[in-house]
């Protein structure tokens, strides 16, 4: 489907086919933690805890790749659902910022605000999720 | 903002998928737009009209709502 950039102004997207290169990305930590445990069982915590911190940020960037790809059929009105998607995810996260730590204390854990990687991955999981709902509600 | 998309296409025997593929917007935009859930942009809706051979505002009319 051939559009206009009047109507389809959406190049800052990645292609359609990197949706399937972002899943790849953020499951590989995943195998690759089950194989670590299989292969490294005795692997010094300090080198699992970097190991961990890598992995976590792979699998973001595989995420941040699906929620950038564009849909097969990208038009003016899923622009107008990314916007909603965005707008309503960054409102959330503000109030999950804030009320998150309260949440914690109200279960009897220490008052710990979110790291920025989980503000990261409740981000792009929202926006993505978000998206979804709106275009399906269309 | 009402339209009269629907009726358009039924006058040329067109499917929302033909319309969709016309004017290069995915059928969901289209559905959308005919019920009201979607107000295109300039150019979308002058690309309909031109479809149906007719004036833009011919194709879509304001409200009272519209004026709030």
């Known amino acids: ?138 | 903002m009402k339209n009269t998309i629907k009726v358009e296409r039924a006058k040329q025997n067109m499917t929302q998928q033909d319309l969709a593929e016309k004017i290069g917007v995915s059928r969901q935009t289209i559905n959308s737009i005919e019920s009201q859930k979607y107000i295109p942009s300039t150019v979308l809706a002058l690309k309909i009209a031109k479809v149906f051979n007719i004036k833009v505002e011919e194709l879509f009319e304001l409200e009272e709502d519209d004026f709030l």
């Open chain 1, 1 to 138: 489907m051939k559009q206009s950039q009047a109507i389809n102004n959406t190049a800052a997207f990645f292609p359609n086919h990197f949706k399937k290169i972002g899943l790849i990305v953020a499951l590989l930590p995943v195998a690759l933690i089950f194989l670590a445990k299989y292969f490294f069982p005795d692997t010094p915590t300090e080198t699992k805890l970097i190991v961990k911190d890598f992995l976590f940020n792979v699998t973001i960037l595989g995420i941040l790749i699906i929620a950038w790809s564009r849909d097969k059929e990208e038009d003016e009105m899923s622009m107008q659902n990314r916007l909603q998607a965005l707008g309503f995810v960054v409102f959330t996260a503000v109030l999950m910022m804030m009320i998150n730590p309260l949440v914690n204390l109200f279960w009897g854990e220490p008052f710990q605000e979110m790291s920025a990687k989980q503000l990261m991955l409740f981000i792009l999981l929202g926006y993505i999720v978000f998206y979804k709902i709106r275009k399906r509600s269309a």
